[in-house]
């Protein structure tokens, strides 16, 4: 794999979360992901490890969250592979995991993983920090 490979990977993941997450583009689940996608960690409790659990997922914060963006603060590449750090917030002015709209902005710091073939992501893997998510909801004491 050539570094212009690892560049255009790299491109290929941040145009795909900024449109999905930023822009809430949900069709850039069809642009961007293979039709067998697999998310091995699903982002959140019964979301499909396929394209359509990623969708449900954009869909549902953009909802609760209209202003939603994600800041990418690292993208590392190696391979096939390209791992993303980011922040991400939003103004809750609509329902979120059953809590109403509070007016407050939520932060959700996480890092992916994810593997490329070609021009298209095959699978995902990623750890998001929920519990302060939940924290900030009040679904969880501090």
């Known amino acids: 794999m050539t570094d212009n490979d690892t560049t255009q990977n790299k491109q290929l993941v941040e145009t795909f979360i900024q449109d999905l997450f930023t822009k809430g583009d949900l069709d850039a689940v069809n642009r961007y992901l293979d039709p067998n996608f697999v998310n091995h960690d699903a982002p959140f409790p019964g979301a499909s490890a396929g394209p359509e659990g990623m969708r ?12 939603w963006h994600s800041d990418i ?19 809750q002015r609509g329902e ?14 996480g890092i992916q993983i994810f593997r ?5 992501i095959v699978e995902r ?18």
């Open 56 to 67: 449900l997922a954009a869909a549902m914060f953009r909802a609760a969250l209209p202003d």
């Open 73 to 91: 603060e690292q993208l590392i590449a190696e391979g096939d592979l390209v791992t993303e750090r980011f922040t991400a917030r939003g103004t």
């Open 96 to 109: 979120l995991m059953g809590v109403p709209a509070t007016g407050k902005t939520l932060v959700l710091t």
């Open 116 to 120: 490329i073939d070609g021009d298209r």
């Open 125 to 142: 893997w990623g750890r998001l920090d929920e519990v302060s998510l939940l924290h900030q909801l009040g679904l969880i004491p501090s």
